[in-house]
């Protein structure tokens, strides 16, 4: 009897372990049923790639590498990226599995055979990045130009002129053969063969050139960083212009009662022969005349007068000056004695660092004195000059017979190709020198005059086939490829469709050199055809840039009527506007709108827009941020229901209501604004749970028109506006921020409401909306949808279930088997 009631207790304790373990197992299924599979995918990005080291020499190894990031959900399948150096073959690189959000290095070895600067480019699935390498020989060779001219100065058309370059290398070691770059006017560029140049030697560089016409023409020289250029004046006739080019005399220091021979060397620099005159020389108070002969055009020639000192030792005053010829006069001082005198000379000026000068930047130069005279000089004090303008003071100390001093001085220059700066010691006349006129001394200096360069390098449509009446999305990329950052400027763009045009403006912001940008303007073509989008960047010429013949591009594209398909298609088909009475809300009248990446709403009506891409996976949160700030949202985000992947979402901020609502909701308003998600019906109530949308509000408005913050509202339109459970989440300097729970995307209002407003039965609804969904509770969550809810925000709770089933089937299990062994025993 015992034994048969221990097998009956052992009996029925297997049949309960049994039932517990079948009883999770049911709930865990049940769950499933009611639980959307998640559908994890990967999304492959190259987030840099970085090159080591990132100026190389020709036949050096480089090291590329390339961080590949996945930004998807899914762990990524093994692939290839490929990248392309050059103009050479793509190579490819296998890329591993890749974690999601997870980061990943592939690098592989490239060695270039030449010098230039050389694009690269690495490309994984649907993501492309590109940047530039300048393969350079690093030598410490620095050519310059030092000067440009032309001969004749002035030319007639038709006639030939040499244009000279003296090229001389500033550095450290002989320069390589090299070309040097001459632009001449509007014609093309040419380069001619510049040789191997020692260290601070010159070499003499020159071409030819023929002028066609009368006018002022540009020429300018280039060679390495170095550029130089000068105004030519072409004519048939010009008046003859004479000039004194030099004064001097024989002896430079004569001596008391002796005869002197004063120089003065004419030029005539125009282009006809000039008219016998005369040159003026005054030597103290006493006034000489001596006659000029007639000059041709371009040629020069010497005048003489014979002076006799006094008996004494002095400093004189020589001046010469060529009669009714304005601007005329040369002056130099001689010094009249019999002992020996200090005489200072500038040696040399130049920069106190061996960088390229730049404009706006302070430069510190050094300047090098010497006394080559025969007596001490006395301190003095020597004055420098910009460009001719007067610039400043240096004191110079006391210097014996044969030494030498270093001085310093500074400038900023200014938005100038190159500057002359010219040095004259002595400038008060204070030390009696042996020879006063070579206290001059005057260098031109290059600056580094880097410019932006502005280039349209694409333009895409989207959709790339639009239909009559489809708003299309223009995307233009605009890339600084110049060696200097720009502000600000702006794209003018023109359609040119049938029986249609269509123009506009867009802001282009701050580029850095190298950086690229993209803008995007909107249109509804009208009518089948073929339209012409043509873009041009700074239009107005108002950037100076170091090319200004790649500002424009055009694309062309055609607009074909839609074919009307039976298929299941994009969010205005009547089956994917309606949804279940368990989703809380009826179909939506205004998906017929389009809740698709495309809008239909007029362009004319839309003030301003943005869009944001990201993977829509069924279990998994998604939000959309609107990092440009174009509009009053900054984002959505909700629980989808089903799976999209890549997904773009469209703000429209609207000047007047939707042309898809019959009417203005209640209550002051704000703003319309029209929220678009994917073309397939990813925002309608039947696809998404958890909808929430965060919007911003000018303090100006609510100040202006003494509302209270509590009584902004959301409201979204859905066979009628429904006010939306809103509540304020922060606040900064310029806006205050509310987020709101909406059961779908489509037509909206920002406004002022209260429940007073007419059409009080939607108050109740927004009452309806706060007690069901539950998502935005009295404290601001920082996350939200923690946990899995069900439709109307019911938690499910499977075990919950289980737990109950299983507490009443165990006692009448038990109950059951009493029976059974009772009845044995009787």
């Not at 349209?456 to 890339?479: K, M």
């Not at 794209?491 to 123009?503: L, Q, V």
Request: overall charge negative.
């Amino acid at each position: 009897m015992k034994a048969y009631f221990f097998s009956s207790a052992i009996s029925v304790l297997l049949i309960l372990l049994i039932i517990s373990g079948m009883i999770p197992g049911m709930a865990s299924a049940a769950d499933g049923e009611n639980t959307d599979p998640v559908d994890p995918t990967n999304d492959l990005i190259i987030e840099d790639i970085s090159c080591n080291p990132q100026n190389p020499e020709p036949g050096q190894a480089v090291t590329i590498t390339i961080t590949i990031t996945n930004q998807g959900t899914g762990v990524s399948e093994p692939t290839d990226a490929t990248c392309k150096i050059g103009k050479a073959d793509p190579e490819t690189i296998p890329v591993p599995k890749i974690d999601p959000e997870t980061s990943l290095l592939v690098s592989f070895t490239w060695v270039p055979n030449k010098e230039g600067t050389v694009k690269i480019t690495a490309t994984v699935e649907g993501s492309k990045k590109t940047i530039k390498v300048l393969v350079a020989k690093k030598t410490s060779s620095n050519l310059t130009i030092e000067s440009l001219s032309a001969v004749p100065e002035n030319p007639k058309p038709d006639s030939e002129v040499t244009v000279n370059a003296l090229v001389k290398n500033m550095g450290t070691e002989t320069s390589e053969p090299t070309d040097l770059t001459y632009k001449i006017g509007k014609a093309d560029p040419e380069t001619i063969p510049v040789p191997k140049i020692d260290p601070e030697a010159s070499s003499l560089v020159s071409f030819t050139w023929v002028p066609d016409k009368e006018g002022t023409v540009k020429i300018t020289a280039t060679v390495e960083d170095s550029k130089k250029t000068i105004k030519v004046l072409v004519a048939k006739k010009t008046s003859s212009n004479l000039t004194i080019k030099s004064l001097s005399t024989v002896p430079e220091n004569p001596k008391p009662d002796s005869k002197v021979t004063v120089n003065a060397l004419i030029k005539n620099v125009g282009t006809e022969t000039s008219e016998p005159t005369y040159i003026i020389y005054t030597i103290g108070e006493v006034e000489q005349k001596e006659e000029v002969p007639s000059i041709e055009g371009g040629s020069e020639t010497s005048v003489s007068h014979i002076w006799k000192t006094s008996d004494k030792e002095e400093t004189v005053i020589i001046k010469a000056s060529l009669e009714n010829v304005e601007d005329s006069q040369k002056k130099i001082s001689v010094v009249v004695a019999g002992e020996p005198l200090p005489d200072l000379i500038i040696e040399d000026i130049y920069p106190e660092s061996s960088t390229q000068p730049e404009i706006g930047k302070p430069l510190n130069f050094i300047l090098k004195i010497k006394n080559q005279g025969e007596a001490t000089a006395n301190s003095s004090i020597a004055k420098y000059s910009i460009n001719g303008a007067s610039g400043g003071e240096i004191p110079i100390p006391e210097l014996s017979i044969g030494s030498s001093t270093n001085a310093g001085f500074s400038l900023t220059p200014e938005d100038e190709e190159s500057i002359s700066v010219t040095v004259l010691a002595d400038s008060g006349w204070t030390v009696s020198e042996s020879n006063e006129n070579n206290n001059e001394f005057s260098k031109v200096i290059d600056i580094n005059h880097t410019f932006p360069d502005l280039r349209i390098e694409s333009i895409s449509l989207n959709p790339d086939e639009p239909h009559p009446g489809e708003n299309v999305t223009f995307t233009v990329t605009v890339n600084n490829i110049g060696s200097a950052a720009l502000e600000s400027s702006e794209i003018k763009y023109y359609i040119n469709g049938t029986n249609e045009n269509y123009a506009g403006v867009i802001p282009v912001p701050a580029l850095a050199a190298g950086e690229t940008k993209v803008g995007t303007f909107f249109w509804t073509p009208g009518n089948e055809g073929q339209i012409e989008v043509k873009t041009i960047v700074d239009a107005g010429s108002v950037i100076s840039e170091s090319d200004e013949t790649n500002n424009e591009l055009t694309k062309t594209a055609t607009v074909s009527k839609e074919t009307v398909s039976s298929g299941s298609g994009g969010g205005g088909s009547s089956g994917s506007s309606s949804s279940s009475a368990g989703d809380g809300s009826s179909g939506s009248s205004s998906s017929s709108a389009g809740s698709g990446s495309t809008s239909k709403e007029p362009v004319s009506n839309i003030d301003a827009k943005e869009l944001s891409t990201r993977h829509i996976v069924s279990g998994y949160h998604a939000k959309f941020d609107f990092v440009e700030n174009a509009t009053c949202i900054i984002n959505v985000e909700f629980d989808p229901k089903k799976t999209f992947k890549r997904t773009t979402t469209i703000v429209e901020v609207l000047k007047n209501k939707s042309v898809f609502v019959p009417e203005l909701p209640p209550g002051r308003i704000y703003k319309h604004v029209n929220i678009w998600v994917g073309d397939n019906g990813a925002g309608l109530p039947a696809s998404l749970k958890n909808g929430l949308i965060e919007f911003k509000v000018e303090k100006a408005w609510i100040e202006e028109n003494n509302i209270n913050q509590s009584l902004i509202t959301l409201q979204w339109y859905d066979k009628g506006w429904q006010p939306l459970y809103t509540k304020k989440v922060r606040e900064d300097k310029n806006y205050v921020y509310f987020k709101s729970e909406t059961p779908g995307f489509s037509c909206f209002a920002i406004t002022k409401y209260t429940a007073d407003e007419e059409n009080k039965p939607q108050a109740r609804g927004q009452e309806k909306i706060k007690e069901t969904s539950g998502i935005l509770g009295d404290e601001e969550k920082t996350g939200i949808f923690e946990g899995n809810t069900g439709v109307g925000g019911v938690i499910k709770n499977p075990m919950g279930k289980a737990k109950i089933l299983m507490a009443i089937s165990l006692p009448l299990f038990l109950i059951f088997v009493e029976f059974f062994v009772l009845k044995k025993k009787i």
